[in-house]
């Protein structure tokens, strides 16, 4: 393999793989990217058998020396690509002893590495699925406004990624960690003639995020019963080439709870603030709650919502907040860094609260946004 690219080129390919390689494995393998190269394009693999990311991009006439394919350190060769003067050429050859020569300038540098046909892929083990078609922007947004009511470690395993359901024509995200839900969905279009789910894992829930733009492009999703595939066009930018990303994840296997059941229905008392002066009274007002529990006091009385926190050091903060309600007086306690997560994930300049008692789940959306629900559980006194 004999391949000589320009350093952004290439630097830039590795980038968008690098999200699925560990640092440390048990698979010594899995801390290298394979490298394929033949006279059209440069195709590149990162996977931790989790997630598995494989950038493409179109090479220049002449750029493919040597056709064939290794894998290579994928830290070391990222450092290197990015120590060198932009505008490098980078000299990529693979010898037949499997040692890696990459030459640019006065610079030579000699890298091990494992036989490509040793890499082990998670696209070859796909089976088939439901085709899903979703704008680019839509999906990312979807993922945004849920990721924060993913469960970081708990015994239901299912809990800890994020629900994706399709559903005549709508795509809808549902995370949970049992304290709080969060809901979005958007339009898409699907082959699907029945309700399809499947619960992605953190890690790939993260990393779309980090590879989807905000834009109108239509991506083709593929769920199947253990991958979910997502094939990305990033568009050239300045200096650099289009890429192609594969982005392949495994499912977790479990059921996602019923969540229709944990949405509040008929809550007769209705409270709607100003989105940004509601958030910035609750940081304020939580300097002073428990450092652990995070506690926060919510009186609410006709037009008049009372903020109050203190702690063990007998500190308190007390704030009045005017809003529109005109339900009966009824006090309930939360989690503050709740509240504030769900107002982080919407944009309008009103919330609502939807109450029933002071020990039930709030109901919380934009009045002008149907497509996101967040459900917050008050914390027991």
Do not use: W
């Not at 609750?282 to 903020?307: C, H, P, T, Y």
């Amino acid at each position: 393999m004999h391949l000589k690219i320009a350093k952004e080129t290439l630097l830039q390919v590795i980038s968008h793989v690098m999200g699925a390689v560990e640092r440390r494995h048990t698979l010594n393998i899995l801390s290298n990217i394979k490298v394929q190269v033949n006279p059209q394009q440069l195709t590149v693999t990162g996977s931790d058998l989790e997630v598995e990311l494989v950038a493409h991009v179109e090479l220049a006439t002449g750029a493919c020396v040597q056709a064939g394919e290794s894998t290579i350190p994928a830290r070391k060769l990222m450092d290197i690509c990015k120590s060198l003067p932009n505008q490098a050429i980078v000299d990529l050859q693979v010898t037949e002893d499997q040692r890696c020569i990459l030459t640019s300038g006065q610079s030579r540098f000699v890298l091990g590495t494992l036989s490509a046909e040793d890499y082990p892929l998670l696209s070859n083990e796909q089976s088939q699925g439901k085709n899903v078609t979703v704008a680019q922007g839509d999906l990312k947004r979807l993922f945004e406004k849920t990721a924060f009511a993913m469960a970081v470690q708990d015994v239901r395993f299912y809990l800890t990624g994020t629900l994706l359901e399709i559903e005549q024509n709508q795509l809808r995200a549902v995370t949970t960690d049992g304290h709080r839900l969060a809901l979005c969905e958007v339009d898409a279009q699907s082959d699907a003639e029945q309700a399809v789910q499947a619960i992605v894992p953190r890690k790939a829930v993260n990393e779309l995020q980090r590879l989807l733009a905000v834009d109108d492009q239509q991506l083709s999703v593929l769920i199947g019963k253990e991958f979910l595939n997502v094939s990305i066009e990033l568009p050239a930018k300045e200096k650099e080439s289009a890429v192609h990303v594969r982005f392949t994840t495994k499912l977790i296997d479990g059921k996602f709870p019923d969540y229709r059941r944990v949405i509040p229905k008929g809550g007769d008392k209705i409270a709607q603030l100003a989105h940004d002066a509601f958030k910035q009274s609750l940081q304020r007002v939580a300097i002073l709650s428990n450092e652990k529990l995070r506690g926060i006091f919510l009186q609410f009385n006709v037009d008049n919502l009372q903020l109050r926190a203190n702690n063990p050091e007998q500190d308190e903060a007390i704030e009045d907040f005017a809003m529109n309600y005109q339900g009966e007086s009824m006090e309930m306690s939360f989690n503050a860094q709740y509240l504030v997560d769900v107002l982080n994930a919407l944009d309008g300049e009103d919330v609502q609260m939807q109450m029933t008692e002071s020990n039930q789940s709030v109901l919380m959306r934009d009045p002008n946004q149907p497509n996101q629900t967040y459900v917050v559980m008050p914390m027991r006194v």
